[in-house]
């Protein structure tokens, strides 16, 4: 039997079949789980549509985290649809463009540190608060994705870094708020993977070159790697984990003096 048996989940953040949701997707529906999926917009819709009929799933609904409105409508509909709900997962990041790349201090502006927040961080607190009536008294979980940067100076992440570490800080107070009503609330943080947010990328391709002969493991992740940690951590087999960043990323963040050997 599958550790996601009878388990509902909501998968925020496909837009396509390297997203690491999708892996998620995947890991989650072999393990049991029932999916549902939102899109961020029209454009997204068709793509999504296709993983949800790949997972058996036939609940879709669009949703920009920038909305409220739209954030209550998906509630809404899975109130309708399930009555109830066992996962949320979080995996959307965004700052404009122009935020990403040259040096923290040239490039950081009031306008582009406000959506890298509101989107890659407030969004996850927005679906716990408006998801948790669902979620109550029934062993829930909810996972978001985060990235080295969050604790580390990385060249370029910039102001992401900053998201990050707040949406880090957002998993510790969450669980610490859910905890008592029975969700649970992890991060995983996973090492570079070749997705469309890291389309574009300058240097990524060095990046993950840099990964795979640096990491102990001497390879880089992928969207299968995560998509596992990702089922553990949402079923009953992790009860007793809260409020904790797992790391995917082959061992990555724990080697000092890289290089050398
Ligand atoms: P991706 O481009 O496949 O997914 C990013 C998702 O964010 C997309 O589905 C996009 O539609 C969604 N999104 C952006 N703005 C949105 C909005 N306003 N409303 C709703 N959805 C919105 O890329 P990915 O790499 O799979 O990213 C998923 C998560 O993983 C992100 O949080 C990212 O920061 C994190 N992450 C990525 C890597 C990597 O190297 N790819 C590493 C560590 C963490
Ligand atoms: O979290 C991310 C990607 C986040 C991201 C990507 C984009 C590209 C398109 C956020 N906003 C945007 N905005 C866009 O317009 N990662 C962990 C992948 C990533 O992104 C980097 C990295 C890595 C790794 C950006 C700079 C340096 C390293």
């Given at each position: 039997m599958g550790m996601l048996e009878g388990k509902k989940a909501l998968i925020v953040g496909v837009a396509s079949p390297r997203s690491i949701a999708w892996g998620i997707a995947e890991a989650m529906h072999r393990e049991g789980a029932e999916l549902a999926f939102t899109y961020q917009n029209e454009k997204l819709k068709s793509r999504v549509e296709k993983i949800a009929e790949q997972t058996g799933s036939s609940l879709t609904m669009p949703l920009d985290v920038a909305d409220d409105d739209q954030i209550d409508a998906v509630f809404d509909t899975l109130k309708n649809e399930w009555g109830a709900l066992d996962i949320i997962v979080h995996a959307v990041g965004f700052a404009p463009r122009d935020q990403i790349e040259g040096e923290f201090a040239d490039v950081v502006s009031r306008e582009g540190f406000r959506i890298a927040h509101d989107i890659s961080s407030y969004s996850f607190a927005a679906l716990a608060r408006a998801g948790r009536p669902l979620m109550e008294g029934r062993n829930g979980a909810m996972l978001t994705l985060s990235y080295l940067g969050a604790v580390r100076a990385m060249p370029s992440y910039n102001v992401m870094g900053l998201a990050k570490a707040s949406l880090e800080a957002g998993v510790r107070y969450l669980a610490h708020g859910l905890g008592p009503h029975g969700i649970r609330v992890n991060g995983i943080s996973a090492g570079p993977i070749k997705t469309l947010a890291a389309a574009?990328?300058?240097?990524f391709r060095a990046m993950l070159e840099h990964v795979e002969t640096t990491a102990p493991l001497r390879r880089s992740v992928t969207i299968e790697d995560v998509g596992n940690t990702a089922a553990f951590l949402c079923s009953d087999l992790a009860g007793g984990i809260t409020g904790e960043i797992t790391y995917v990323d082959a061992g990555y963040n724990i080697v000092g003096m890289a290089g050398l050997d």
């Open positions: 574009g990328i300058s240097k």
